[in-house]
């Protein structure tokens, strides 16, 4: 007789079963006593947290929860004399960052974020179009940016720093922060560390930015902390597609941590979340002045004539480049919609 196999259904319900075995413990042997924790990051249905005084433990979440994620702060009960507990509180969330799920649900991916910063490399090159992409995701989630100019040791005259100077006029103009910074030649990495320190902070760019180099130069000892990790949850290295939050080390060699890092897949997916014309404008601060003085009230700032954009754009007061950069996303949320 043929052995009878399992089909698809039976399967997903045993492997459910397993782990809910690997993630129940019993809260009759918790301690009473409270404590806080920080969400370090989470793996299948537990999370890795660390305790005030930088303990980690491997922790169940109380039913109702829902997903927590790198940055999280929650309150917990330790199992005694082990390094288990149960998260049984989340903490007040700010600056979340999110990207877009299956059926359009928000999919978190940290949260407590003090500031993005967008990696921008010297070579390959700037490109002001994708800096504006991140600015307005950024503005969508209501989330501070900074601008790391990557990749300055390869700039070898002042007429190129001049060039790069001139396409981040507009974002200096903005007040957006913007810091140069090297991996090889280390330039610049003191002043990042200074802008990071006490900070939650996320590194968004391109590929061939250069952001896991400039991540290695920040935390020297990056694989080392990996492999713990993998120890800790016990995935492989590059199991885990959630986000990690990463101590950063102190700033004067000290005992405390010179701000957090955190590292996410996640955000290979940041873009913007397509958006009316309306709210399109409000994430372009350096329109605000000329919004409500065009002509036409349903202006879309491209054919009409006595629009008010256009013609901050040809008396310099907008730039060519932020103009064209939002032309290009209103035609690229017309189109999904469409």
Request: with cysteine; hydrophobic share 35%.
């Amino acid at each position: 007789m043929a052995k009878r196999r399992l089909n698809k259904k039976q399967i997903a319900r045993i492997q459910e079963k397993r782990q809910a075995t690997q993630t129940l413990i019993d809260e009759s042997q918790l301690s009473d006593e409270q404590q806080k924790g920080l969400i370090i990051t989470s793996f299948g249905k537990r999370v890795l947290l660390e305790n005030q005084s930088g303990e980690q433990f491997s922790c169940a979440i109380r039913q109702g929860l829902g997903k927590l994620v790198a940055g999280d702060e929650v309150v917990w009960q330790e199992v005694p004399n082990t390094n288990e507990g149960v998260v049984t509180q989340l903490l007040a969330r700010h600056h979340e960052l999110s990207r877009p799920g299956f059926r359009g649900q928000k999919r978190m991916i940290a949260s407590n974020i003090d500031f993005i910063g967008i990696v921008m490399p010297v070579v390959p090159g700037i490109h002001p179009d994708m800096i504006d992409r991140y600015l307005v995701a950024a503005s969508q989630l209501d989330i501070p940016v900074i601008i790391i100019i990557n990749k300055v040791d390869l700039l070898s005259s002042d007429e190129e720093w001049e060039m790069v100077a001139e396409l981040l006029h507009p974002y200096a103009e903005m007040g957006i922060e913007i810091l140069p910074a090297s991996s090889v030649s280390e330039e610049g990495l003191r002043e990042l560390r200074e802008f990071m320190d006490q900070k939650n902070s996320v590194l968004v760019g391109a590929s061939g930015a250069g952001k896991s180099s400039l991540i290695n130069a920040l935390i020297p000892d990056l694989d080392i902390r990996v492999g713990e990790l993998s120890e800790a949850t016990g995935l492989g290295k590059h199991t885990t597609t959630n986000s990690i939050l990463y101590h950063l080390p102190s700033l004067d060699n000290g005992t405390t941590h010179g701000g957090n890092l955190i590292d996410s897949p996640g955000v290979r997916q940041f873009s913007p979340n397509p958006c009316s014309l309306t709210e399109l404008e409000t994430h372009y601060p350096d329109f605000a002045p000329f919004l409500g003085q065009c002509k036409y009230n349903n202006c879309t700032h491209s054919i009409e004539p006595h629009c008010a954009i256009k013609q901050a754009v040809e008396d310099d007061e907008i730039a060519l480049s932020r103009y064209e950069s939002f032309r290009r996303l209103l035609e690229e949320f017309e189109n999904e919609s469409s």
